[in-house]
């Protein structure tokens, strides 16, 4: 059984900066991708960021040059970095592992 629990999350003024962290259960992580996701109001769920097993990232470009993503096999959790925030980053930021496991989501609200 897989679980994801996001944390970090909250309320930040533009050009702030937040971390988040997913906490990650189960024995596959260490061989998994994993990734961030969001969710605005009214809007689908787009990618933000992933990283692999090997360390390779990949961004979606109105991230690029602000966020990072990192993972820690030992502990088994992802984090991501969010540097530079604009009022467009407000969405909930979901985790993803595996493809398929979703974490519940943690709220990130940027103010101008």
């Known amino acids: 059984q897989v679980r994801l629990v996001e944390s970090g999350g909250g309320l930040v003024q533009a050009g702030g900066s937040l971390r988040l962290s997913c906490a990650a259960s189960g024995s596959i992580f260490r061989i998994s991708a994993a990734g961030w996701y969001r969710q605005a109001p009214g809007k689908q769920r787009e990618f933000v960021a992933t990283v692999s097993p090997g360390d390779s990232t990949n961004y979606a470009d109105s991230v690029k040059g602000r966020f990072a993503i990192s993972r820690d096999n030992a502990n088994n959790i992802v984090y991501l970095q969010m540097n530079s925030l604009k009022p467009d980053d407000t969405a909930v930021y979901y985790c993803?592992?595996?493809?398929?496991?979703w974490g519940q989501g943690t709220q990130v609200t940027v103010s101008s």
């Open positions: 993803r592992l595996a493809g398929q496991y």
